[in-house]
């Protein structure tokens, strides 16, 4: 880098990550519609690009991976993807002009497989990155439609719609999918007081290792798939996005935490294995230090993370984080707090927000 030329743009990305996904697994293509709740917090998925003139650096694209130490070149994509599929699709998608060369920074301090949707934060982060080489700018819609094609119609994966609409507009969401992948987004407002509350309340826990169940998923996906959109297995999952939405509005955490807990039982129905032995551990920990309410994260399977509501004392909340911490060391709290944004783009040097 000390070789290199002074940047002519550095733009910076940072996008949430989401938690407490009520509605999970009916955001998806064989759902076919559905609705979802999710909360957008903190830690961010950041990005650091470098812009340069092409003629000026030796490489188009460098890709520094910063969680896995990794630095790597990527002269053109074209659908050979090698490290990192999911960033070096993204160039391809966004057609990087041919006069410039960039180099980009990607970081998140939450774990990787921590089912918190991590990977679309990276994605609309780097997305919103790009999107400053072109001449107009996408919509928060729009770049978490960009980063849902890019996993479902370029690499192939299954892939829901949530993750990628929590991290373009933040908050506390609402999501009704009409019909795959079509959904309107909307935002829950609550006061000052009920905010601070509920983030109070909140604990992130990671169970020490990433979830890896995609044979259980797939074998999910298969029943439901055949089952079709009425599959009676889905409507408590809908429900139970409904009932959070209105429990959160209300200020009536029993009721939000009431929510979490079913959502945990539907995905339980779905399959047994969804709900691991980490997880039960740390929602019978949560449980014994008065909690009212616990969310699987994501789609849950052996790894991942667990949301948890905890009652009014903020003592039963620490005790419970220490429980927690002595059971297992591997089992590890992730601070969070709740965004009231979501992605945010600025240039370094530059004071005004671009987005």
């Not at 949707?117 to 919103?128: K, M, R």
């Not at 945990?264 to 039960?280: F, M, V, Y």
């Not at 014994?288 to 790894?303: F, L, M, S, W």
Request: aromatic fraction near 8%; hydrophobic fraction near 40%; include cysteine.
């Amino acid at each position: 880098m000390s070789n290199q030329p002074p940047a002519l743009r550095v733009i910076n990305t940072a996008a949430p990550i989401r938690i407490c996904d009520n509605g999970g697994w009916t955001d998806t293509w064989f759902a076919e519609y559905g609705n979802v709740f999710n909360i957008a917090v903190y830690p961010y998925a950041e990005v650091q690009m470098r812009v340069f003139r092409r003629q000026d650096v030796q490489s188009r694209i460098t890709i520094h991976a910063e969680n896995y130490g990794q630095r790597y070149v990527i002269e053109k994509p074209h659908g050979t993807y090698s490290k990192h599929p999911l960033l070096e699709a993204a160039f391809e998608y966004m057609h990087i002009p041919e006069d410039v060369a960039i180099e980009v920074s990607i970081f998140s301090e939450a774990p990787a497989g921590c089912s918190t949707g991590t990977s679309a934060a990276v994605s609309v982060a780097l997305i919103g990155a790009l999107d400053c080489l072109t001449p107009a700018r996408m919509t928060p819609y729009e770049l978490a439609t960009a980063a849902h094609k890019i996993e479902t119609e370029l690499l192939k994966q299954q892939c829901g719609i949530q993750d990628q609409l929590a991290s373009s507009f933040g908050g506390i969401n609402f999501i009704e999918m009409t019909k795959y992948p079509q959904a309107t987004v909307h935002p829950i407002t609550l006061p000052n007081s009920l905010w601070w509350e509920l983030e109070r309340r909140l604990s992130l826990i990671y169970v020490g290792h990433a979830h890896s169940s995609s044979a259980v998923h797939q074998k999910v996906i298969q029943e439901l798939e055949g089952a079709g959109p009425e599959a009676a297995k889905l409507k408590p999952l809908r429900e139970t996005a409904q009932m959070a939405r209105s429990a959160l509005v209300a200020g009536d955490f029993a009721e939000f935490g009431q929510s979490m807990v079913l959502n945990t039982e539907a995905q339980r129905q779905l399959h047994p294995e969804l709900i691991g032995p980490d997880h039960r551990a740390i929602i019978e920990i949560a449980k014994a230090h008065g909690a009212i309410g616990y969310k699987v994260n994501g789609a849950g399977g052996d790894g991942g993370s667990v949301t948890v509501l905890s009652d009014a004392s903020a003592t039963n909340k620490r005790e419970m984080l220490q429980e927690v911490q002595r059971v297992n060391p591997h089992y590890q709290q992730i601070p969070i707090y709740l965004s009231r944004f979501g992605l945010r783009v600025w240039e370094s040097g530059n004071s005004q927000q671009t987005r």
